[in-house]
């Protein structure tokens, strides 16, 4: 339970700091944030993915622990999927955003059972709706 409040603290940290990033306005768009549209467009999925697949503690997730990095020092802002037990390990999803808005996923979740459900939450949650469930 400790440490499941760590991580959350963790990620709600990293995530509060990509929010309140300093920088000069920016000719990017966006209304002068700072922010690029690639971490403009991760945020949100990350927010979802965190409170849908983690913070509700939804079972099909319990062996995967999220590594965070939306100010990734190589400017893609993305998150990982990483083995509960191995959080230094390699990452089993790799959810990540690149130009003016794509988000990409890949890695080996993709291809196992739990794969149609992340694509479709990631999908979803990429075009606005943070819900965590589909609608019929």
């Given at each position: 339970m400790k440490k499941l409040c760590k991580v959350?603290?963790?990620?709600?940290?990293?995530?509060?700091?990509?929010?309140?990033?300093?920088?000069s306005k920016s000719s990017e768009g966006g209304g002068g944030s700072g922010k690029s549209a690639a971490l403009r467009a991760m945020e949100p999925v990350a927010i979802a993915a965190h409170k849908c697949w983690f913070a509700s503690k939804d079972p099909a997730f319990k062996s995967y622990r999220m590594a965070n990095e939306l100010n990734a020092f190589g400017g893609t802002p993305r998150f990982l999927l990483v083995p509960v037990r191995d959080y230094g390990?390699?990452?089993?999803?790799?959810?990540?955003?690149?130009?003016?808005?794509?988000?990409?996923?890949?890695?080996?979740?993709?291809?196992?059972?739990?794969?149609?459900?992340?694509?479709?939450?990631?999908?979803?949650?990429?075009s606005g709706n943070g819900s965590c469930f589909a609608t019929a």
């Open positions: 959350t603290a963790a990620i709600s940290c990293l995530l509060a700091l990509a929010a309140c990033q300093a920088g390990g390699l990452p089993l999803l790799v959810v990540q955003a690149r130009g003016s808005s794509r988000i990409e996923h890949f890695g080996p979740l993709t291809s196992q059972p739990l794969g149609a459900r992340i694509e479709a939450d990631l999908a979803r949650w990429a």
